[in-house]
């Protein structure tokens, strides 16, 4: 307890939490002006498969001004960058890049002291967040009610989302803080669809603050609906908790409450090589229990504890609505999702899966009613008529980019980068497509031109790449000496030799950097 402790107060170096919770844009076009200041802004987007173009009007109030326009992937990879400079006359310019598959990105904007007004328009591939008629900007799977109050409408929609797509990221994380071994996470990194997540990526921060956004949405708006408290699950939760740490020094799937700096944590165990559970996570059945657990140990910081009976330490007396236990809320949350009180929009899902759900959630159910109370169980349930309620999901016409499975590869250069050796260049290829591909060979290009100081007239490389399955890559580094980086810019081209049919032919080629067209570029 005492190592935990200490390591609170050396907890790592603040970063800025706008970079887990950036702004979801909902326009395409972002106009402002400098403040004087520097600056630092994000936003987040999704975006499809093909080109991006962003188009960056920028001035100076007086002098010069030079900017940062920077986009990243989930992995928090710089997948493009453009720093463009300007005067106090408008200078328009034009760049683009090529997103490999859909996913959510991040855009990063500094503007410096001297900047006067600026716009960035972005085209091509972008998705833009959802508006709703009251105006909010809403992660897939949440919808309004009649107040405009947010609420989960299709709770397997919503856990396809990740946090960087929900405005209410911003607010979970000031409301709680998420610890790993007491550190302090400064940036959740998740890519949607969460069910494409490679599972390693499902982290259990990630995993944690997807239960904490169900939380937050599960009831919103609704009130005298707990027997337990006056408001919403959040607000309860919110009231006590400050915070979650997840560290391998916790033997129980979690506990409450641990104090750091005198506010009270609920720690929580990793799941380790748990693969399956972790797995399991990913969708409501799974993450379920985490959220029942959530609300299970928050009512131990109500001063409610555990009794010994049956033969066992971890038992509640007795089922009592005026005055649950901590078994007994778990027990309360399950009953109220499988019959609707609380509705996260089971009703909206198909049939077989409403029939998965409302079979495991009894089966909770019976689990704590049979080996959790020492007298008085909570009654015997029955699956309702209505599992989880009426479906009061809207069906917004959502234009998705998703196109129809083509079951082509698509090769394309995802990424070209420079390794600490000043002659040795990177590549990243991936198959994009929905088919297999067959081995092929890839060209590095130096667009150098003819330039007899260079001490070499080889200007391409060449490196085989294998056959890849849908969704898969491959990376290569290429040496090019006696030439080096900085004789570029590099071309990547997948040659095809246009034999083989993909499902898009216009994304074989990247260039790298992928400014190095413009002018006046510093860095
Ligand atoms: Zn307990």
Redesign the pocket.
């Known amino acids: 307890m005492v190592a935990l402790l200490l390591a609170a107060a050396i907890a790592a170096a603040y970063q800025s939490n706008d970079r887990i919770s950036p702004t979801p844009l909902k326009s395409n076009l972002i106009k402002g002006a400098g403040t004087g200041k520097k600056v630092e802004y994000y936003y987040s987007f999704t975006a499809g498969q093909g080109e991006v173009s962003v188009t960056v009007d920028l001035k100076a109030t007086s002098g010069s001004t030079g900017a940062e326009i920077e986009i990243f992937n989930r992995d928090g990879a710089k997948i493009f960058y453009y720093y463009p400079n300007a005067i106090s006359t408008t200078e328009r310019t034009a760049k683009s890049f090529v997103n490999p598959s859909r996913q959510l990105l991040i855009l990063r904007l500094q503007f410096d002291r001297s900047a006067g007004d600026y716009q960035i328009k972005l085209g091509g591939a972008v998705e833009l967040a959802q508006t709703t008629q009251c105006g909010a900007v809403l992660p897939d799977g949440v919808g309004v009610n009649a107040s405009c109050v947010p609420h989960i409408t299709n709770i397997e929609k919503f856990l396809e989302t990740c946090p960087g797509s929900d405005p209410a990221t911003s607010t979970i994380l000031s409301d709680f803080e998420i610890r790993r071994e007491n550190v302090k996470a400064s940036f959740i990194p998740c890519t949607q669809p969460i069910s494409k997540l490679p599972l390693k990526d499902y982290t259990d921060q990630l995993i944690l603050l997807q239960a904490l956004r169900v939380i937050y949405y599960m009831d919103r708006g609704m009130s005298g609906h707990l027997p337990w408290t006056k408001g919403t699950v959040y607000d309860w939760l919110k009231a006590k908790v400050h915070g979650f740490n997840i560290t391998d020094q916790e033997t129980a799937a979690a506990?409450?409450c641990g104090q750091i700096d005198g506010k009270l944590f609920v720690t929580m165990k990793p799941l380790g090589n748990d693969d399956f559970n972790r797995d399991r996570r990913r969708v409501w059945i799974g993450l379920q229990g985490l959220v029942a657990l959530i609300g299970?140990?928050r009512?131990?910081a109500d001063g409610i504890?555990?009794v010994t009976c049956k033969g066992s330490d971890?038992m509640d007396q007795s089922y009592d609505e005026k005055n649950l236990s901590?078994?007994g809320v778990q027990w309360w949350l399950t009953r109220a999702w499988l019959n609707g009180t609380i509705n996260i929009g089971l009703g909206c899902l198909a049939k077989e899966k409403i029939d998965e759900i409302a079979e495991w959630h009894l089966s909770e159910a019976k689990g704590w009613r049979e080996g959790r109370f020492c007298d008085s169980l909570p009654p015997v349930l029955t699956k309702p008529a209505l599992v989880g309620g009426k479906c009061n999901e809207v069906q917004s016409p959502l234009t998705v980019n998703d196109s129809s499975p083509t079951g082509l590869p698509d090769l394309v250069v995802v990424r070209i980068s420079f390794e600490p050796s000043p002659s040795q260049i990177r590549v990243l290829v991936g198959n994009a497509g929905d088919g297999a591909s067959t081995s092929c060979y890839l060209a590095l290009q130096s667009l150098a031109g003819d330039d007899s100081s260079l001490g070499t007239k080889q200007r391409v490389w060449s490196v085989k790449v294998p056959s890849l399955d849908p969704r898969k890559g491959f990376t290569e580094v290429i040496d090019v000496s006696p030439l080096t980086q900085t004789n570029g810019p590099w071309r990547a081209t997948v040659d095809r030799s246009n034999t083989v049919k993909e499902s898009n032919e216009s994304n074989n080629s990247l260039i790298f950097p992928p400014n190095s067209a413009g002018k006046r570029e510093s860095r």
């Open positions: 506990r409450c299970h140990e009512r131990h504890g555990h971890n901590a078994f």
